[in-house]
C-alpha cells in the first residue's frame, strides 16, 4: 500500500484522532520495522470508536502487535 493512502487513512472522524495517527505516520512509519508497519495497517483498519478507545481512554489492544503500536504512538504524542 502506497505511503499517500496510508497516509489518507489516518485522517478520521474525530480530530484528535487524526493529530495522533498522521503525527505518528509522518515521524515514524519510515524507520520502524515491517511487522509494526502490518500492524499500523491493521490499526488503521478498526473502527474510530475502538480507536478511541486505544489511543485516547487507554484500553489495551489485545492483539499485542497492535498493542505496541498503539505504545508508540500514546509515547510519541
Not at 524507520?31 to 491493521?42: C, L, Y
Not at 470508536?49 to 485516547?56: D, K, Q
Amino acid at each position: 500500500m502506497c505511503d499517500k493512502k496510508l497516509k489518507w487513512q489516518c485522517r478520521r472522524g474525530m480530530r484528535e484522532l487524526d493529530v495522533l495517527l498522521t503525527g505518528w505516520f509522518e515521524a515514524h512509519y519510515a524507520s520502524v520495522h515491517d511487522a509494526d508497519k502490518s500492524a499500523f495497517r491493521r490499526l488503521l483498519s478498526l473502527p474510530d470508536p475502538e480507536l478511541a478507545r486505544y489511543l485516547l481512554a487507554g484500553e489495551k489492544a489485545i492483539d499485542p502487535e497492535i498493542a505496541r503500536v498503539v505504545d508508540s504512538i500514546r509515547g510519541s504524542s
